[in-house]
């Protein structure tokens, strides 16, 4: 074995290969061949699209689980530890096994190199394998046609949604986005779409391969009745559903996507209703409008698009506080700031843009002219993220509150620290 730690792996992988991002499937399709040389036994749902894929993943999870399958789930990045990505029947990889599958697979690559996210693909689909799972639950990364995810068939894939992001590899609008997100649906398999205004593009794709489409609106649909809700698709109905231990109004349609995917998929793999209820009400997923109490509340959000901004921007709308929202934010420099900014500018009173290091990274004082540009509002920028977070609560009040928002870089931290959230010092009156 070339390393015995997991952090070695890590580190090693990131030089590995010439570009930390490049598409394609060809250098995963050659080691997988070599892997797995015989055809996996278990049912594989890919989950890809701009937002939503990471709570997809996890109602799946909780559905299935609650129903007696054992789940694989991947997904990515990760928040605090590598082993969030990696999880079978509910528990995450621990190191030594994560290490073992990194050895299988540098053994079994020969001289071809591969990314870091080539290399935790696999690792997955290897630890998956050896752990004699019902099902694989897989994230998209980037994109779909040409991500390394997709070099596994899946028995039902679903695109969640369709959004402008990472346009330097998908493209410069939805049709682009949409056809390459759709690049994960399979001829005769179950291909569901939840974005209710679906690029054409996508459609196409779908209609030329011959899946099986499940659109929402047409193929299946979802209405709130007061305190529960209810689904429907052809002859399948459930009524007096639980909403979704997720926050947010948006969860529901999350919900109602992965329930047209389980019944896509209801001959290989049947779910009771209880089951679905037991998932709905069970479901956790950190990171997405995750809220800590104490002297004032926080609220961290992983969202760095616009879509998802506008998302978090209707949350706190409907979540309103009594004081002023002061936010925290912190963004990729191939990020759409500016859109972001838009989305939440009327969510926010005071902001606090902090920089973000590294290759890809953007400064306070570059977010802080973008927030000036677009609201008019001079921002407060902080160059360290634990400096943000101690003048932001000085400058806070009783009845504010603090919302921590952007890359996974900017709420990673926080949430790493959430012992000391509640235990700062009062707000000033």
Known sequence: MRFTALDDWLNWQETQHPRAIELGLERVRVVLSRLQPEPRPHVVITVGGTNGKGSCVALLEAILRAAGYRVGTYTSPHLLRYNERIRVA???????????????????????????????????????????????????????????????????ALVVSVGI????????????????????????????????????????????????????????????????????????????????????????????????????????????????????????????????????????DVAHNPHAAAVLADNLRNRPCAGRTLAIVGLLADKDASGVIQAMAHAVDDWYPVTLTGLRGRTGAEIAEIVLRVTGVRATAQEALSEACHTVLAAARPNDRIVVFGSFHTVAPVLAAQPWLSNFPSPHP
Request: proline share 5%; hydrophobic share 45%.
């Open 90 to 156: 509910g528990a995450e990889a621990d190191d030594g096994t994560i290490c073992r599958a990194f050895s299988h697979i540098d053994a079994m690559r020969g001289d071809g190199s591969l990314t870091y996210f080539e290399f935790g693909t696999l690792a997955a689909l290897e630890i998956f394998r050896d752990a004699a799972i019902d099902v694989a639950v897989l994230e998209v990364g980037l994109g779909g046609r040409l991500d390394a995810v997709n070099v596994v068939d899946a028995d039902a």
């Open 165 to 300: 992001d990472h346009i330097d590899w998908l493209g410069p609008d939805r049709d682009s986005i949409g056809y390459e997100k759709a690049g994960i649906y399979r001829s005769n398999r179950p291909a569901i779409c939840a974005d209710p205004d679906p690029p054409s593009r996508l459609l196409d794709h779908a209609h030329k391969l011959g899946a099986h489409l499940w659109r929402v609106g047409f193929d299946y649909d979802f209405a709130p009745t007061g305190e529960t809700w209810r689904w429907w698709a052809g002859d399948a109905r459930l009524d007096e559903l639980p909403f979704p231990a997720l926050a947010g109004r948006h969860q529901i349609g999350n919900a109602a996507a992965v329930l047209a995917t389980l019944t896509s998929l209801r001959d290989r793999l049947p779910v009771p209703a209880d089951a679905v209820r037991t998932g709905l009400s069970q479901v956790r997923l950190s990171g997405r409008f995750q809220a800590f109490h104490g002297p004032v509340e926080w609220i961290l």
